[in-house]
């Protein structure tokens, strides 16, 4: 009697398919005629549909973040295909697709020690990807790859949480590749793009904040002493907030554009401030005296921003003083690894740096830009533990 071939598994299926889609992919791109022929869209077509049922069909195990980014770069592979005129880049792109498709659906072949690492290692593959068609397509390349490394790093650092942390994180990241393949304006793209990334890096940070600890809660549960890291998650959401203002300024200009100015100068402000008393100090008490002069500076921009009959006129003068007084506390910062709350919140100061550029303001309000240059590097300072000259590289990538 003739041996019973096995009836292959979902997850076998899903792979056959993927291989085989991508396959077709590198072989058009090779052979790169002038336009897709009815048959090659056809394959591609009867192929993305199969990938959509098998990851549509969930299995007993519901953690499927890595299947439905793969579902995610099928679709815009399917999308990308059909899209007149044909773009020169175009070949780059899938096969950018393609290869990153076929790398997230292996990911499981050898069993990784837990589905934490399998997911990480997506996430690695998506952020590469992120990078890679953002500098194809040259929408926002320096924004893209700082935010995408700056995820990859935070997703490693999560204390052992639920996998939908990670899950959310990998279809962030697949909607971006998607974003950046597909969106024609590149404009809308970048702005879309940098939206998605940001709200992913402060996501992340909240899931990096450990929980209170419930067998030893404040002696006074109404007035709990500060938390310097809740402080520092407080500063990425206000940027992360104030980087959407800037960006729908540049879609719809409010009647006061210069009002998201002063709020993105307000936020560095408070986030130099919440970094600050995050600080380890090498004699705290001695070298208190720096806190306090950084929270008596910020405070002096408080109530530059909040003008007077010269407007801004103290302005420029404040952030100045802010910024002697970090580099003044800088010698007294105690050397540790940089961590990556921190290294998000000098990444969110890039981008919102590189918006506000972007959506450059009328001329009585450059210099609040300029205040934002000031600030963005006085982050740098406290994030790296010393002066920063080339912090804003990415403006010009």
Known sequence: MADTIPTPTPQQQLETAVDTLAQTIEDFVLANPPEPDQAFLRTVDALERTIDRLVQSPPPDPDRGLDHAVDTLADTIGALVHLPPPDPDRGALLDTLAQAMDRLVHIGDTPPPGPDAALLSGIDALAGTVVSLADLVLVAPGPCRELADTIDVLARELPPSPLRDLDHTLAALADTVQLLGLTPDASRAGDAAIQTLAHTVDSLVHAGLPPPDPENPPPDPENPPPDPDRALVHSADALTHTIDRFVHTGLLPPPDPDRVLDRGVHDLAH???????????????????????????????????????????????????????????????EPTPERGIELALGTLAHTLDFVAHENPPPEPDRPLVTGIDTLVHAVDTLVHRTAIGSSHDFLLS
């Open 271 to 333: 986030t130099i401030d919440a970094i600050a008393h995050s600080l380890p100090l090498i004699d705290p008490m001695e070298d208190a005296e720096h806190v306090a002069a950084i929270d008596a500076a910020v405070h002096a921009v408080d109530v530059a921003l909040r003008g007077g009959p010269d407007g801004h006129a103290d302005l420029l003068p404040a952030i100045d003083t802010l910024a002697r007084a970090v580099g003044e506390i800088v010698p007294c910062i």
